[in-house]
C-alpha cells in the first residue's frame, strides 16, 4: 500500500532527527541510504545499488550508489558544519 504524504513527511521528520550530526560515513552509508529509501516505502535493494564502479573525469576509479538501473548515481559525502 503507497504511503500517503503525510506519512512520507513523518517518516523524513524522523529520518532527519535520527541521522542528524552522524559522521562516521564509511561505516553508516549503506545504513543511510537504506533508512533514506524507507522515507518513502521503498526497499532499497529494489531501486539501487552500492559501490558501483565508475570512472571519474580525471581518469581515477571511483564508487557511486547507483539508482534506478543508470538513470541516476548518487555520491555520498559526509557534510560537516
Not at 2 to 25: C, D, V
Not at 39 to 67: I, Q
Request: hydrophobic fraction near 40%; include cysteine; proline fraction near 2%.
Amino acid at each position: 500500500m503507497p504511503l500517503s504524504w503525510n506519512g512520507i513527511r513523518h517518516r523524513a521528520i524522523a529520518f532527519g532527527k535520527e541521522w542528524t550530526g552522524e559522521t562516521r560515513e564509511a561505516a553508516e552509508r549503506q545504513s543511510f541510504w537504506n533508512d533514506f529509501f524507507n522515507v518513502f516505502g521503498v526497499r532499497r535493494r529494489t531501486v539501487a545499488t552500492f559501490e558501483e564502479p565508475v570512472k571519474k573525469l580525471s581518469g581515477d576509479w571511483g564508487f557511486h550508489v547507483r539508482l534506478a538501473r543508470r538513470v541516476v548515481c548518487l555520491g555520498h559525502v559526509t557534510m560537516i558544519y
